[in-house]
Structures are given as C-alpha cells and as structure tokens.
C-alpha cells in the first residue's frame, strides 16, 4: 500500500530550509493571529458604538438638589458694590496764547475847558512824540513794538474764481530772490483815503502801514495794519485797501504770493 503524504505550503517552501529561526513557526501560525486580530477590532468598535448610549449615571428623579434662599438688604452692601458713576468728561484744552499786545500811547482830541476845571496832573502828549509811536489809542498800554505778528487778520478780499494751488505763505515769512509786487491804482487809493477831518482838526500826522497779501494774479487777499498813528487814520486805509492792485511778485520767473507792506502817510501842510 502505498505511503500518503500530506503537506501544506508551508512545508513545501521549508522543506530544504532552516525552520529554527522564527520564520517557519510564525508561517505557521499566521492565520490563528489573523483571526484573533480581526475578533480583538470589532469587540472594541462595538464596545465603542454601545458605551455612549449607555447611562450609568443616577436618574434626574433620584437628585435632590436643596435651593438656599438668602434674604439681602442692599443697605448691608458694600461701597464698593454701588453703582459706578459715570467717567467725568475730560476738560476742554486751555484756549489758545492770544498774540502780544502792541504797545500803544493814549492820545485823546482836546476838549476846550474853563482853566479852573483843567487837571494839573493831566499828562499832555506832544505831537513830536507820537510820531515815532507804535500805535496811539485812548489809553496806554505796555506791550511789544511793531514786527511780528501772531493775531488774527484784520480783512479779507472775495476768493479768486481760479483756484489757487500754492500754499499761502506766512505773515511774517522772508521770501528770498523774490521781485515783491507794486500797486499801479495807488494814487486812485489815496485819493479815495483823503484826510479824514477829525484827525486833520486835532492835528495828528503819522503813518500807518498796512500788510497786504497779494496773490499771485496781482489781487488783494487779505490785510493787517501793523502800524498805526491812530484808528481813525487805520480805520480810513482799511476802508478802501482791498481796491489795491498789483503786479504780481516773482521768484525764478514765476508769480507767487506774497506779502508787502504797503505805507500812507498823513502830513498836515503848514
């Protein structure tokens, strides 16, 4: 009878081989840790799937929960836990410096008295004086000298109806190789300025001179008197200094603004 022989495929690749070394045993054992394996993934998915719908936690019935009540008067609070007053508003900013007054000499009109009502202590003001004055009002106050200015304008002309591109330049800029611009109506303007009667009655003589910005089309923009004999002489060159025309002034062959200082002179004829 003839010999059966059973092998696997396993026998059949280590037949002529080493089988001391591990390889031949985990062959062998292969599909016994294959299915422990694929047994070991779907307990724990299913472990995984179930655990979260179960509940081991005690029932919502079963918990007693005590409420506590305490009574509090909101006299026994705190300061602290009043309530916050609202933020004060910050102070309005300090008012800008107002500019530095002129120094000015009184000067009043003399009035006709009977000698026994005239006040020995009165000061009287010489004309010679007043010639070399800053500025001359009805009273005296102590200040700078004519020079720089830090105010406000006295007037304005109406805007050009072209539209200026040029910066404005400053009151009291010095704008080097410039032509500085001439009045061509200036006898026009004196003319219209005359001699007002009150000043030509009391006698003052001086000159006022006005600072006037010129655009750069030869037109009057703005002004400021910086010297002044008295207001009624300031106040007659004010009236009639925007009707001022000029050529324009020039720097490297272009017009530009500029300011000038423009003088009337008031002279009593003997």
Known sequence: MSQIIKADLDEMVFEERERRYGAYFLRKRYIKHLAIGVAAVCLLFTAMATVPSLDFGPKEEAIKRKKIVTEIN????????????????????PPPPKPPQ??????????????????????????????????????????????????????????????????????????????????????DIRKLIGYPDIAKDAGIEGSVVVRVLVDKYGNYKKHKVIKKVHPVLAKACEKHVSKLKFTPAIQGGKPIPFWVNIPFKFKLIQ
């Open 74 to 93: 909101l006299a026994d609070l705190p300061e602290s836990l009043e309530e916050e007053k609202p933020e004060e508003e910050p102070p309005p900013p």
């Open 102 to 187: 002129l120094k000015q000499i009184a000067f009043k009109i003399p009035e006709p008295a009977p000698e026994e009502e005239v006040d020995p202590d009165e000061e009287v003001i010489e004309m010679d004086s007043l010639k070399e004055a800053p500025a001359i009002g009805l009273e005296n106050i102590d200040g700078a000298l004519e020079g720089v200015f830090d105010g406000e304008i006295d007037g304005e002309g109406e805007p050009d109806i072209i539209a200026e591109t040029d910066p404005e330049p400053n009151i009291n800029d010095f704008i080097f190789d410039a032509e500085e611009p001439k009045p061509v109506n200036m006898d």
